[in-house]
T-cell receptor, first 115, second 113 residues
Framework: GAGVSQSPSNKVTEKGKDVELRCDPISGHTALYWYRQSLGQGLEFLIYFQGNSAPDKSGLPSDRFSAERTGGSVSTLTIQRTQQEDSAVYLC?????????????FGSGTQLSVL | AQSVSQHNHHVILSEAASLELGCNYSYGGTVNLFWYVQYPGQHLQLLLKYFSGDPLVKGIKGFEAEFIKSKFSFNLRKPSVQWSDTAEYFCAVTSGGSYIPTFGRGTSLIVHP
């Protein structure tokens, strides 16, 4: 596609339920990033994938969060047993190679609301 | 760990006013610096970046930013803002060989016509 695509754009869930957020990066981009933006906060790094390398999971806030990237393309962020503090906009970005100084292309995000 | 401070959280200006948004980072080594912008209803996009060379960087839509290493700063400027500059502005830094940008909290800019 022309840009980074995220789905769903909005997700409302009940506390304790699991959710899956999807990201389809720009074709040919080998690097993929997940960030979280809470109200009034900046972008909080969650996880980074680069090619076939092991992902950098250093930003995941708890073991309820996990992500995978299949075939070097589509990525899914899973949040298990959602809590109200998980409510945020989840942003996905991709870049050509993930090199230093590279421009990130962002999707429109998934607005997650946990009731 | 790297941290990025944007001290102005909300800025309100009239059209034609000059703009300067502050950005300071904590890591003192080699850095790459970015400003991203998010216009209402749109996704985040790159406004400008500093990689090396001339510390004064020109971006799109008349924006510029100056890297001052001694002050750990990368402030964004525009001499005359327009209503269409209303947006959220984020400063970001990569450093220490990391490929992962650290973002500031963002500054909400509202420009009144």
């Amino acid at each position: 596609g022309a840009g980074v695509s995220q789905s769903p754009s909005n997700k409302v869930t009940e506390k304790g339920k699991d959710v899956e957020l999807r990201c389809d990066p720009i074709s040919g981009h080998t690097a993929l990033y997940w960030y979280r933006q809470s109200l009034g906060q900046g972008l909080e790094f969650l996880i980074y994938f680069q090619g076939n390398s092991a992902p950098d999971k250093s930003g995941l806030p708890s073991d309820r969060f996990s992500a995978e990237r299949t075939g070097g393309s589509v990525s899914t962020l899973t949040i298990q047993r959602t809590q109200q503090e998980d409510s945020a906009v989840y942003l996905c970005a991709s870049s050509v190679r993930g090199g230093i100084g590279e421009k990130l292309f962002f999707g429109s995000g998934t607005q997650l609301s946990v009731l | 760990a790297q941290s990025v401070s944007q001290h102005n959280h909300h800025v309100i200006l009239s059209e034609a006013a000059s703009l300067e948004l502050g950005c300071n980072y904590s890591y003192g080594g080699t850095v790459n610096l970015f400003w991203y912008v998010q216009y209402p209803g749109q996704h985040l996009q790159l406004l400008l970046k500093y990689f090396s060379g001339d510390p004064l960087v020109k971006g799109i839509k008349g924006f510029e930013a100056e890297f001052i290493k001694s002050k750990f700063s990368f402030n964004l400027r525009k001499p005359s803002v327009q209503w269409s500059d209303t947006a959220e502005y984020f400063c970001a830094v990569t450093s220490g060989g990391s490929y992962i940008p650290t973002f500031g909290r963002g500054t909400s800019l509202i420009v009144h016509p």
